[in-house]
Every structure is written in structure tokens, then in C-alpha cells.
């Protein structure tokens, strides 16, 4: 059985930082590709950030050049540091990650969210 279990949420500033860590857990034998996702209250479900086994990044253009995803492959943790985050910056996140158990199945596993609220 595998795990993904998020921390790191909570109420910050306008201009504020957080970062979001991701942890994976369990029978685990190879996490490919990590990827954040937000859902804005009242909105859809939105990519945020993904990172590759190799480190490889890609990023939704309303975050390029505030938020900075990152992953140790050791820990089986991703990683997603905010900084100079916005109201509209308020949703769900969650950690999505590609992994392969110990007994060679491929799955799509999901954390079950962290609240990052922004306001003064």
C-alpha cells in the first residue's frame, strides 16, 4: 500500500512564503514524475508544478518565478516553496505522483490535500 500525506499549509500574508512538502510512503520501488495541483474555492482542479524522477521542471504561468518545486528522491518527498504568494493564490493543494510498488503495478496516487489560505 502506498501513502502520500501533504504538510506545510496554513494562513499567510499577501507577499508571504510557505512551502508544501509531499511525503510517499509504503511498498514503494520507483516514483516517476511528482506534480502539484491547486483547486481554487469554487474552481477546478489546476496544475501547478511537476517535477521528473530527473528533476526536469515544468510550471503553470500565474506561479513561474514565485513557487519552486522541488524533490528528494531518498525521502520520497516533493516539494513546493512559495514565496511572494497572492489572495488568488488561496486553494487545496495536493501532491499527485506516477509509482511503482514492490509487486511492479504502475499507479496514480493522490495525497489528501493541504489548505493554503492568503489574506490579510
Known amino acids: 500500500q502506498v501513502q502520500l500525506v501533504e504538510s506545510g499549509g496554513g494562513l499567510v500574508q499577501p507577499g508571504g512564503s510557505l512551502r508544501l512538502s509531499c511525503a510517499a510512503s509504503g511498498s514503494i520501488f520507483a516514483i516517476y514524475a511528482m506534480t502539484w495541483y491547486r483547486q481554487p474555492p469554487g474552481k477546478q482542479r489546476e496544475v501547478v508544478a511537476t517535477i521528473t524522477t530527473g528533476g526536469s521542471t515544468n510550471y503553470a504561468a500565474s506561479v513561474k518565478g514565485r513557487f519552486t518545486i522541488s524533490r528528494d528522491n531518498a525521502k520520497n518527498t516533493v516539494y513546493l516553496q512559495m514565496n511572494s504568494l497572492k489572495p488568488e493564490d488561496t486553494a487545496n493543494y495536493s501532491c499527485?505522483?506516477?509509482?511503482?510498488?514492490?509487486?511492479?503495478?504502475?499507479?496514480?496516487?493522490w495525497g489528501q490535500g493541504t489548505q493554503v489560505t492568503v489574506s490579510s
Open positions: 499527485n505522483a506516477d509509482i511503482i510498488t514492490d509487486s511492479g503495478i504502475l499507479g496514480d496516487y
